[in-house]
């Protein structure tokens, strides 16, 4: 089992720049792909970016990518999404999530943090 903890959100002005945070509990860590995904106000949790346990796959969905930097530190056992040229747009709760493969699909994702808030003003 994996415990996920989310934290760098706040208020950025846009244009700024954020990096989010996901320390994960266990021994297990790098077997594990994980993945970054967000959830505005009234809308579905949509995927963000993600990255395989042995660091050499990510993938990043169409509205960050160029933006936005996933990566992961093993040894600490921690995820981060480095968020650039932030918009309104991407004002949204953020959640890391694990999965036995890299995948753009939430429901392939077993354990999940609580999520970080973001918030992007105009």
Request: glycine residues 12%; hydrophobic residues 35%.
């Amino acid at each position: 089992q994996v415990q996920l903890a989310e934290s760098g959100g706040g208020l950025v002005q846009a244009g700024g720049s954020l990096r989010l945070s996901c320390a994960a509990s266990g021994r297990t860590f790098s077997t594990y792909a994980m993945g970054w995904f967000r959830q505005a106000p009234g809308k579905e949790r949509e995927f963000v970016a993600a990255i395989s346990g042995g660091y050499s796959n990510t993938v990043y969905a169409a509205s960050v990518k160029g933006r936005s930097t996933i990566s992961r530190d093993n040894a600490k056992n921690t995820v981060y999404l480095q968020m650039s040229s932030l918009k309104p747009e991407d004002t949204a709760v953020y959640y890391c999530a694990a999965a036995y493969g890299i995948s753009m699909s939430g429901r392939d994702y077993a354990y999940w943090g609580q999520g970080t808030q973001v918030t992007v003003s105009s």
